[in-house]
């Protein structure tokens, strides 16, 4: 049985290495890390992850141990439900960010279950609370928004044309090049810049996108 770190990155620009370093004080003996850059709060597939999740199933894995919780989930209801998988399955979470969590382990038995399961339902009651909140949330910005557009201010439709002139003159300009160039003032004059996105969006309206971008 193996001893897995989980390291997650959620974009190119994080370096795993001080996950790793302080994941390292929590391992004894020998283990195994595997790296993933990818989100855990969008529902988007982590394929190493899932292996590993069909590792803890087939007995293989006996401890997982990462960063911090949110490099699982940050869905308190989608963590919850791991632990459980993870406890059926016999595999410990040990994580650095959360190292109270390594007292339930100390627990004798039979009372390390009970403590787990008090904790695992004040994960889920946690849940349901933040559930319950973001609902109301919802509700009340939809009422207090009612009748009116939601989303940010609209760009002002100057700012297109503005941008289609400039490719033309310009045909070698880049979209970041030509986003670092236009801005405006908004109703409280601030200045704005436009984004790449809005800038490509422009220019494939008017069908002016160029291979060169």
């Known amino acids: 049985m193996k001893t897995i770190i989980y390291l997650r990155t959620s974009t190119e620009d994080q370096n795993p290495e001080n996950q790793l370093k302080d994941c390292l004080t929590l391992v004894n003996g020998d283990y195994e890390v595997i790296e993933?850059?990818?989100?855990?709060?969008?529902?988007?597939?982590?394929?190493?992850?899932?292996?590993?999740?069909k590792?803890?199933?087939?007995g293989e894995v006996k401890s997982l141990i990462c960063w911090d919780w949110d490099r699982l989930y940050r869905n308190r209801k989608k963590l919850k439900e791991f632990f459980e998988f993870c406890k059926i399955y016999k595999c410990?979470?040990?994580?650095?960010?959360?190292?109270?969590?390594?007292?339930?382990?100390?627990?004798?038995?039979?009372?390390?279950?009970?403590?787990?399961?008090?904790?695992l339902n004040l994960l889920g009651w946690m849940a349901e609370?933040?559930?319950?909140?973001?609902?109301?949330?919802?509700?009340?910005?939809?009422?207090?928004?009612?009748?009116?557009?939601?989303?940010?201010?609209?760009?002002?439709?100057?700012?297109?044309?503005?941008?289609?002139?400039?490719?033309?003159?310009?045909?070698?300009?880049?979209?970041?090049?030509?986003?670092?160039?236009?801005?405006?003032?908004?109703?409280?004059?601030?200045?704005?810049?436009i984004s790449k996105s809005f800038v490509h969006k422009t220019l494939t309206k008017f069908n002016t996108y160029h291979s060169s971008f």
Request: proline share 4%; glycine share 2%; no cysteine.
């Open 129 to 193: 609370d933040e559930s319950r909140k973001k609902s109301e949330r919802v509700k009340i910005a939809y009422k207090n928004h009612k009748g009116k557009k939601w989303g940010r201010k609209s760009i002002p439709s100057s700012i297109e044309k503005e941008i289609v002139n400039m490719k033309k003159d310009k045909p070698n300009m880049s979209i970041r090049e030509i986003a670092d160039s236009i801005f405006y003032w908004d109703k409280n004059h601030n200045r704005k810049n």
């Open 36 to 53: 993933e850059k990818q989100s855990a709060f969008k529902d988007k597939e982590r394929p190493l992850f899932e292996s590993i999740k």
């Open 92 to 119: 410990d979470i040990h994580s650095f960010r959360q190292k109270f969590f390594e007292e339930f382990y100390k627990i004798p038995k039979p009372f390390d279950d009970i403590m787990q399961d008090l904790f």
């Open 55 to 58: 590792r803890i199933k087939s």
